[in-house]
């Protein structure tokens, strides 16, 4: 491979590639302080308690690897997500 190939094949594999969140609809009730639990059985344990009511709608924007997930209550509250389990 001549150098100019090897240039251009280098710079290809170091552009930014998008990355894309998945949105959720999830019904979740308030287990314990930033803790909440899905219909489904999965738990969302938030980085701050920012919710009072202990069944409600949102939405999970997730995002594998990402230190920027949210869950989006129906009242327009917003909490940082720390980590999803079962």
Same mark, same amino acid.
């Given at each position: ?6 240039g ?5 594999m ?5 990355? #894309?969140?998945? &949105? &959720? ?6 287990v314990d302080?930033g803790? #909440? ?5 999965? &738990?969302?344990?938030?980085? %701050?308690?920012? #919710?009072?009511n202990f ?13 920027? %997930?949210k ?16």
């Open positions: 491979m001549n150098i100019k190939k090897f251009i094949v280098s710079l290809i170091l552009m930014p590639t998008p990355v #894309y969140s998945d &949105y &959720y609809t999830v019904e979740v009730k308030k302080e803790l #909440y639990k899905t219909r489904k059985g999965l &738990y969302i344990e938030t980085r %701050n308690q920012c #919710y009072e069944d409600s709608g949102a939405v999970l924007k997730f995002e594998n690897m990402s230190m920027d %997930n869950l989006i209550f129906d009242s327009g509250t917003v909490c940082d997500v720390e980590k999803i389990f079962k």
